[in-house]
């Protein structure tokens, strides 16, 4: 790839990271609620869940569901209904203080944070189509893809 092409897609890759989205308020919300340790299990599932969707682009199954105009919508629109379930379920929960977890005090599992980051990006559709819509743009398919 020439540093060109490099430069474009680092600049893209970085305007579509920095527009807050479902995992930085996840990412935020846990570092606030469990302490910056315990936030960065938030950030593990959340990273797992790119890579899930990295992967399932990776299959293919992201080109079909580019190439079929009924397939795209209903991922589309079930990805709008579940980040709008997660904008109403923030909006309606209560108002707490932010506290550190005391000891001795129930706190969420490790295993529970990591999945809830999971869940949230790797049903994101703002990462498919960065990785649909994207990235093929700056793909030499003359070159090896590693």
């Keep these: 790839m020439e540093f060109t092409t490099w430069l474009t897609f680092f600049a893209a890759a970085w305007a579509i990271s920095i527009s807050p989205g479902a ?21 593990l599932g959340l990273v ?9 682009v990776g299959v293919g199954l992201g080109a079909l569901v580019a190439t079929s105009a009924l397939a795209f919508q209903v991922v589309k629109w079930v990805g709008v209904a579940y980040l709008v379930w ?4 923030q909006w309606r929960a ?4 932010v506290a550190v977890v005391a000891e001795g005090q129930a706190r969420a599992s490790a295993r529970s ?27 030499d398919l003359g070159q090896p893809l590693a």
């Design 23 to 43: 995992g930085a308020v996840a990412a935020m919300s846990a570092g606030l609620t469990h302490g910056f340790r315990r936030g960065y299990l938030t950030t």
């Design 48 to 56: 797992l869940g790119i890579w899930t969707q990295l992967l399932v």
């Design 86 to 89: 997660l904008g109403v379920q």
């Design 94 to 97: 209560p108002a707490r203080p």
């Design 113 to 139: 944070l990591i999945v809830r980051g999971w869940i949230i990006n790797a049903l994101n559709p703002k990462g498919t189509v960065f990785l649909l819509a994207v990235v093929p743009q700056f793909l």
